[in-house]
């Protein structure tokens, strides 16, 4: 029997743009073949083989190819870039080389496996990637406006949120001193803040629509801070929250536990590892941040209403901030807020503060 026509237990796919590695292995893990595929040629080659374990590195349209080996009857594990790197060694870098340490690592027993996305998934991603990218653009054309405006002589306060009224009455002030080609560049500038603006508000609104549709999105909004963007967003992100073992697993696929360097039986902690998801992370400290001013406000009286009794996640989060501060406990704070939303998600319950603070979400 041919290499070619030999159907392997295991394999190793280092995808590209054109040129795909496959590295072939049988039951007993041992290499037979490496051979090169090129894009047109991966699904027909697959196709005509038994269902076998394909390891691919979780990077660029590797969940496109995880779906369509998948619905070939084949059980395809994504897994982390690094993890097919510690088994390189000390080989120089090559397509072969690479399949063969993929191949490699599908098979060690403690490879994590990285959760194939569905497309639905994806799809709200691509709105969210389109949303940071128009948002981007949007403060670079205010930051540039700002700049002009500066350049003479007329300073404007930062933010966003001030923009518009004070672009608008510096220059009906000042229009007239402007010569033409500022006057057209300052005009332009603003149709494209508004037009960005717009586009904006519309993705906003979409992403309202989809979280009233979403059942789970509407008992993760039960939470004081989360509302319909972090909601979405944590559901798209995450999609089937069973994929972790617990909260803390959560917690770490969005880089909000602690690194750790510990030896001779001393640990020493460090700070948060900011690894996996940078959106979701930086939302759930905003969603932190959002929740303990408002803690702030209403200790004080500043929201009009009287001071109610705290419950259990405020007192914990008052008591934190007394030991270590503000800051880091908003970082803590966030990654309670995934570990809620984990139970919430995989478990499908509720949010209930009063023992959000013991670690669980519901009464």
Same mark, same amino acid.
């Given at each position: ?19 795909? #590695? @496959? ?8 290499? !037979? ?5 090129? %894009?047109?040629?991966?699904?027909? !080659? ?39 790197? *510690? ?12 399949? %063969? ?20 998934? =994806? ?6 990637? %389109? ?35 004070? !672009?608008?009455?510096?220059? *009906? ?9 500022? #006057? ?21 609104? #979409? ?28 559901? @798209? ?29 001393? =640990? ?10 940078? %959106? ?46 503000? !800051? ?36």
């Amino acid at each position: 029997m041919s290499q070619k026509s030999y159907s392997p237990a295991f394999v190793g796919l280092d995808i590209a743009k054109n040129v795909f #590695q @496959a590295s072939l292995a049988n039951e007993k893990g041992k290499e !037979f073949a490496n051979i090169k595929l090129t %894009r047109s040629k991966v699904a027909d !080659f697959f196709a005509n083989k038994k269902p076998c374990v394909i390891g691919i590195e979780a990077c660029a349209t590797a969940h496109y190819w995880g779906r369509t080996l998948t619905a070939q009857g084949h059980t395809v594990k994504l897994i982390k870039p690094e993890r097919a790197k *510690a088994f390189l060694g000390h080989h120089s870098k090559t397509d072969a080389a690479d399949a %063969r340490a993929i191949c490699e690592a599908v098979m060690h027993p403690n490879t994590k496996i990285v959760a194939m996305k569905s497309e639905e998934q =994806q799809g709200m991603d691509f709105m969210f990637a %389109r949303r940071d990218r128009l948002i981007v653009n949007r403060t670079e054309v205010v930051n540039q406006t700002r700049a002009i405006l500066a350049e003479l002589g007329l300073v404007m306060p930062k933010g966003i949120n001030h923009f518009e009224t004070d !672009f608008k009455d510096l220059c *009906a002030e000042h229009w007239d001193t402007f010569n033409a080609a500022t #006057q057209n560049t300052l005009t332009d500038n603003f149709s494209d803040y508004e037009r960005l603006s717009e586009d904006i508000n519309k993705i906003d609104q #979409q992403i309202i629509n989809m979280s009233k549709k979403s059942e789970v999105c509407q008992r993760l909004m039960e939470m004081n801070g989360i509302g319909a963007l972090i909601a979405l967003a944590i559901v @798209a992100a995450v999609g089937d929250a069973k994929q972790f073992k617990n909260g803390r697993c959560m917690s770490a696929y969005f880089g909000l536990v602690p690194g750790e360097h510990s030896s001779g039986g001393k =640990q020493h902690l460090l700070g948060i590892t900011k690894r996996g998801n940078r %959106r979701i992370r930086m939302l759930l400290v905003l969603a932190a941040n959002a929740f303990m001013c408002g803690l702030t406000r209403r200790k004080k009286g500043e929201d009009g209403q009287p001071l109610k009794k705290l419950n259990g996640l405020e007192i914990w989060v008052t008591r934190l901030m007394d030991k270590v501060g503000k !800051f880091k406990a908003k970082v803590a704070l966030a990654n309670k807020f995934a570990r809620i939303a984990w139970v919430i998600i995989a478990k499908g319950e509720h949010y209930n503060a009063t023992k959000a603070a013991a670690g669980t979400a519901t009464a």
